[in-house]
Nanobody
Framework: QVQLVESGGGLVQTGGSLRLSCAAS????????MGWFRQAPGKEREFVAA???????SYSNAVKGRFTISRDHAKNTAYLQMNSLKPDDTAVYYC????????????WGQGTQVTVSS
């Protein structure tokens, strides 16, 4: 059974930092692109960052320069380091995995809440 489990969310003040983790189980994800998405109340889910199977990273304009995505293949875990947090970053954050031949993300975690107070 494939599972993605996020952790590390919480309440932080503006300007603070958090590191989210996404632990994958059920298969090896080294050949998958790992992505982070978020959904704020009343808004559509949006892309945040991705770390491809070919070791390329990409970020949304909203988080570029503040967030860093990384992954540890040995631990089958992806991370999202979030610095200089703003109230607009408040959302449920989801990690997801996309296979090399997939057109969409195949697996999703349950999400972790990040709240940034002003």
């Amino acid at each position: 059974q494939v599972q993605l489990v996020e952790s590390g969310g919480g309440l932080v003040q503006t300007g603070g930092s958090l590191r989210l983790s996404c632990a994958a189980s059920g298969r090896t994800f080294s050949s998958y692109t790992m992505g982070w998405f978020r959904q704020a109340p009343g808004k559509e889910r949006e892309f945040v960052a991705a770390f491809t199977w070919s070791n390329r990273t990409s970020y949304s304009n909203a988080v570029k320069g503040r967030f860093t995505i990384s992954r540890d293949h040995a631990k089958n875990t992806a991370y999202l380091q979030m610095n200089s947090l703003k109230p607009d970053d408040t959302a449920v954050y989801y990690c997801a995995a996309q296979g090399v031949t997939s057109e969409h993300y195949d697996y999703w975690g349950q999400g972790t809440q990040v709240t940034v107070s002003s």
